[in-house]
């Protein structure tokens, strides 16, 4: 039996260790006072989670505030017009008037009236200050009041952090006699007429029975209080949470009539001060500022409703546990919490379980709290938390010892493993180190320039090839941006990096100015190895491009020479056919026929020779630029002869076509512009190229005299029919807008390749 007891308690020892030594702790700092003050703000969460309630109809507010103070004219107000008030409230019959206004000295004219009205109204209670203030002064009753034992305290209970959390219901004077709070004495005149008076259950331990309430004094250490000063008859303050505030009249309102007839009857009635001004406020549990806290006479009328709602409707009261059932309460969940701790495997499962557990505690403690018992919830919280924490790091403390036996012996394995793998990378480092220097031979001989750029299009490496081209080495370009160096204008410098991050592969020509100041043609083409990382790959075109314009050359002076043998023969023989036609038109009519039909052949031969040599040239303007500044030049070239008004617009991002797709867009637009100025006599043209991503639009329209476009066959004249036939070659699509007057727009749509 004794071994299985040990074994148990072996088995538990994080348990047996850890509950009663955090239990003992917080009991010591629960005696010493350190855990009073959270407590009570937990006591005031409490309190404001707590349902709404109606205010008590049976108690009526008669307030003094700013405006109030500026009405009368004067501060403190005179006799007489107390007087007024007081008559004019008794007129209603009220069941009790409680003046919560000190009057100890008379306050000229009408002090002989007042005192008239203090003795002729019996439910009419005065207040005086009891308790001494830190200059040790009281404030006495007034003293007619106080012959007919009408008289009743004004103090308030303050915890530390000013807030009223307890209740007087009696203290006593410096005479020794007992006196009632206010708000109790307005109770007890109310319930009198109830058949209602304070009964003693057991005087030795303060019990008193008031209706269907049953109150027991505070004693110095019930709910989170330790050591509070519990003189007097004192209970814990349960005022309810209202919903709105009491009913509430001002005092000009009442002396100038201005209230309902039967307001104040039969009900208790309580004057007192709300002016900010007056400094009368005070903090309750509800309260979170100084805006909202109530004023003094709100206080004693929350006491008054407090104890008429227990002795008439049976309203819960706030009572506490007694201490040792506290000390108990703390012992339990500090031994749940190790327990918990101790059976855990993680802190996560503990955290989750304290959580749970917590959420448990709160919600019974809330439950309580709303029929009526103040238990306290900080202690038992700590003692929860702190045992599990405790017992489950006391677990993973023993639980790592284990592990570290197991560790050095593992250790001292892995050890062994890692100087085989130390050697086993050393070589494998050697072969990559090998494989590098390969690659980086491989990549400096390859003929060929290759970048490796990001995505912002700074450039981090270029291979020998580029550097012995460009003469831009990888460490110069940590210090420049390569785009801006190379290229001659800010759009040929957003064009190269859109084309950059495209990364379609495609390749484009580029003249490239390097770094000793010589321009090098090249063609790129840009790729994507990760997703903000790319290459890309250059060629030195330069022999290319002077092999192109060699053949340009050849192809012009070939152009030439048969322009000169062909259309130049033609124009002289037509010549030569039409003066010996015009000799003998009229002595030979015959032999002009002749000449004629020969002048009408070799005109056609021309124009066939004309029309091939004309599709056989690319224009001069697409070898110097792109299609949109060609046709800026044309349209410059055309405004400084003509005075029409003409624009030249892009809409997007200029990209590159086929040669043969920008040349004929280059000559629709060209015979678009001629028509419009010759035939349709526009003052005003507007030519755009919008860059789409699939298709490129070319638009041409003005405002000339237009035409009827079913009117006019596309096979009649070079003009239309010409731009027909291009937008065939190029599988493009031509759309015509026109009316007679109303201008005409021409749309050529060219798919991008």
Same mark, same amino acid.
């Given at each position: 039996m ?8 072996w ?11 955090? =239990?003992?702790?917080?009991?010591l700092?629960?005696c ?15 309190? !404001? ?17 700013? &405006? ?12 007489a017009?107390? *007087?007024?008030l ?7 019959q ?11 000295? +008379? ?14 109204t019996?439910?009419?209670?005065g ?6 203030? *830190?200059?040790g002064e009281? $404030? ?6 106080? %012959? ?25 004077? %410096?005479?020794g006699?007992?006196? *009632? ?11 009198k007429k109830?058949?209602? #008076? ?17 109150? @027991?004094?505070?004693? +110095? ?16 303050s ?7 505030h /009491?009913? @509430?009249?001002?005092?000009?309102e ?5 209230i ?16 900010? &001004? ?18 003094g ?12 709602s227990?002795a ?19 012992i339990?969940?500090? @031994?749940?919490g ?27 403690a ?11 919830i ?7 938390a702190? &045992?599990a ?11 790592? !010892? ?17 100087? #085989? ?12 180190? #090998?494989?590098k220097?390969?690659?980086? =031979? ?18 981090? /490496? ?11 080495? @990888?460490?110069?370009?940590h ?10 204008? &800010?759009?040929q410098?957003?064009q ?26 090249? *063609? ?7 997703? !903000?990382l790319f $290459? ?13 314009? =060699? ?9 030439a ?7 130049a ?8 056919h ?14 002009? %026929? ?43 070239q055309?405004?400084?002869?003509t ?29 678009a ?18 860059c789409e ?19 006019? +066959? ?25 009316q ?14």
């Amino acid at each position: 039996m004794w071994a299985t007891l040990r074994q148990q308690i072996w088995r538990w020892r994080g348990v047996l260790i850890t509950a009663p030594s955090v =239990a003992g702790g917080l009991l010591l700092l629960r005696c010493l006072g350190a855990l009073q003050f959270m407590e009570l703000m937990a006591l005031d969460q409490l309190f !404001r989670l707590r349902p709404l309630e109606p205010a008590d109809s049976r108690i009526i507010l008669v307030t003094i505030d700013e &405006s109030d103070i500026k009405q009368l004219g004067q501060w403190p107000m005179s006799d007489a017009v107390l *007087a007024q008030l007081i008559l004019s409230i008794k007129q209603q019959q009220p069941r009790a008037i409680g003046l919560d206004i000190f009057r100890d000295l +008379p306050v000229e004219p009408g002090h002989s009236e007042l005192i008239n009205v203090f003795t002729s109204t019996p439910n009419l209670i005065g207040i005086e200050k009891v308790i001494e203030t *830190a200059q040790g002064e009281v $404030v006495q009753a007034p003293p007619a009041l106080e %012959q007919h034992n009408r008289v009743s305290a004004s103090d308030l209970l303050l915890d530390t952090d000013s807030t009223v959390r307890r209740s007087l219901l009696y203290l006593s004077n %410096q005479d020794g006699k007992s006196i *009632a709070t206010l708000g109790t004495q307005l109770a007890l005149v109310y319930l009198k007429k109830e058949g209602i #008076q304070i009964e003693t259950i057991n005087l030795t331990k303060g019990q008193l029975r008031l209706g269907r309430a049953a109150f @027991t004094s505070l004693r +110095p250490n019930d709910g989170g209080y330790v050591g509070v000063d519990a003189g007097g008859y004192q209970i814990l303050s349960n005022f309810p949470k209202l919903q709105d505030h /009491f009913r @509430t009249v001002s005092i000009t309102e009442v002396l100038q009539g201005r209230i309902p007839q039967d307001l104040m009857r039969d009900r208790i009635v309580l004057i007192g001060l709300t002016a900010e &001004s007056l400094e009368d406020k005070f903090f309750t549990s509800y309260t979170t500022n100084s805006i909202a806290a109530p004023a003094g006479v709100e206080v004693h009328a929350l006491l008054s409703s407090q104890l008429l709602s227990a002795a008439l409707d049976g309203r819960p009261l706030l009572d506490a546990w007694s201490e040792p059932l506290e000390w108990l309460w703390i012992i339990f969940w500090s @031994t749940v919490g190790a327990v918990v701790g101790w059976i855990s495997r993680s802190p996560r499962q503990t955290a989750c379980r304290v959580t749970f557990l917590g959420v448990v505690l709160l919600v019974g403690a809330y439950g309580l709290f709303l029929v009526g018992w103040w238990i306290i919830i900080i202690p038992p919280l700590l003692a929860l938390a702190g &045992s599990a924490v405790t017992s489950n790091g006391y677990l993973l403390w023993e639980n790592l !010892r284990g592990y570290a036996r197991n560790l050095e012996q593992k250790v001292e394995e892995r050890t062994a493993k890692l100087e #085989q793998e130390i050697v086993e990378r050393k070589q494998a480092e050697d072969t990559l180190n #090998q494989q590098k220097q390969l690659l980086q =031979a491989i990549v400096d001989h390859i003929p060929a320039m290759i970048t490796l750029y990001n995505a912002a299009g700074k450039v981090e /490496f270029v291979n020998r090839q580029c550097e012995q081209i460009l003469g831009w080495t @990888t460490t110069d370009l940590h210090h420049i941006d390569l785009i801006a160096a190379c290229c001659f204008d &800010s759009e040929q410098q957003q064009q190269i990096l859109d084309h950059m991050l495209s990364a379609t592969g495609a390749w484009l020509d580029l003249k490239i100015r390097t770094k000793d100041d010589r321009l090098v043609n090249t *063609a790129w083409a840009n790729v994507q190895i990760a997703e !903000r990382l790319f $290459v890309g790959i250059g060629q030195d075109i330069s022999d290319r491009k002077r092999a192109e314009e =060699a053949s340009i050359l050849d192809e012009r002076n070939r152009m030439a020479r048969e322009i000169h043998d062909t259309l130049a023969q033609a124009f002289t023989g037509i010549l030569l056919h039409v003066g010996a036609a015009s000799e003998q038109i009229t002595k030979k009519p015959a032999s002009a %026929q002749a000449h004629l039909e020969t002048v009408e052949e070799l005109a056609r031969t021309g124009l066939a020779e004309a029309r091939r040599s004309v599709a056989a040239l690319r224009p001069k303007l697409l070898e110097e630029g792109n299609l949109f500044s060609a046709l800026k030049h044309l349209t410059t070239q055309m405004r400084a002869t003509t005075n029409t008004n003409l624009t030249c617009d892009i809409i997007g991002t200029a990209y590159p076509l086929p040669p043969d797709v920008e040349n004929h867009l280059l000559r629709i637009g060209q015979e678009a512009l001629t028509n419009a100025v010759k035939y349709a006599h526009a003052t005003e043209i507007q030519v755009e190229l919008v860059c789409e991503e699939s298709q490129c639009l070319l638009r041409v329209k003005d405002n000339g005299q237009g035409f009827e476009v079913s009117q006019i +066959p596309l096979g009649k004249g070079f003009g239309l029919l010409g731009m027909s036939e291009r937008v065939e070659q190029i599988d493009g699509e031509l759309i015509i807008h026109s009316q007679l007057g109303q201008g005409t727009e021409i749309v050529v749509i060219a798919n991008r390749k």
